[in-house]
């Protein structure tokens, strides 16, 4: 069941020591966003106030880095432990596949909340609320849009192979073969730069929409209380994309490199640190909209230190934040 992997040059990609660290950083990363995501999503089960069409994506996004981390932080882990992959040609396909889907679907995730805040905080289409069938569309799109473009490697149009150290597996962005390369341009248009796209123009558009909203609280409006929860609230997504365009640009950059030059030779301890910091990306998400999020701070803190209540005295303001989440602030 052994998959091994060599470079091109022949030599051991990484020492056994080497492997070893590679498996406790994985293991730093891993064990946190195990117990992060999943707190988002228990928490948001047990509590009501927690249900608002806003969270519905967070949630999402916390399922969607759950599996990642599952899948394939906890393989990383065992992987590097062993110093190999050990689940075969086939256990390399099925994790590949199940990770790319799940990373993806976060990425538009990413999307689709930057996109709802650019659309609530500046308006461009008038006054609007984000509602329920909002949400759950969204969620079923970036899940759709993730599985068309990481199945067809199943089918024959590309392929996943091992990357890095070879101790995880990803679509192949090595070969020269031209239908995998055919796939690895398309994947990377649809599946990168188009929410890429939608992130930083609705990312550009929060930033300069942010100073007139500030304003409005600053200035004593009537709107001021709302114009402020809506400045937290928007602050938050700039905060989550921002962490999450640092955590998967190296990532994108580096296989389109290698897709531009396949020539290059590039160390396989350097390529792996793009996919690490990827994959870490999944315990930034919950410690953000945990630590901005009051509402979801009042609920998630008691659960992660059973039951020990912090921050009391902003349960009543993280209560006015979650109430005025699907509402616009007036022009």
Known sequence: MEYFYTSPRGEPPLSRTGYIILSVIMAIFTGPAIV???TVIIVTLMHKQLRQ?????????????????????????????????????????????????????SLCTVALIALERMFVV???????????KHAVGGIALSWLWSLTWNLPPLFGWGRYELEGVGTSCAPDWHSRDPGNVSYVLAYFAVCFAVPFVVILTSYTRLLWTLHRVSNLSVM???????????????????????????????????????????????????????VYLAKSSTVYNPLIYIYCNKQFRKYAVPFLLCGKELWEDEVSEGTTVMTANNRVSPA
């Not at 590097?80 to 990770?99: H, I, P």
């Not at 209380?225 to 700039?238: D, G, I, Q, R, Y």
């Open 36 to 38: 992060l995501n999943s």
């Open 122 to 132: 500046c308006k461009p289409l008038g006054l609007m609320t984000f509602e329920r």
């Open 220 to 274: 004593g409006n009537s709107n001021g209380a709302v114009a402020k929860v809506e400045l937290k609230v928007a602050c938050m997504v700039v905060l989550m994309v921002l962490t999450f365009l640092l955590s998967w640009l190296p990532y994108a950059a580096l296989a389109m490199l290698v897709v531009y030059d396949p020539d290059v030779y590039i160390n396989p301890l350097v390529g792996t640190v793009p």
């Open 53 to 105: 069409p806003l969270n519905y994506a967070l949630v999402n996004m916390a399922v969607a880095d759950l599996g990642t981390a599952v899948i394939g932080g906890v393989l990383s882990v065992v992987n590097n432990a062993q110093g190999y992959f050990s689940l075969g040609r086939t256990g390399c396909v099925m994790e590949g596949f199940a990770v790319a889907v799940c990373g993806i679907a």
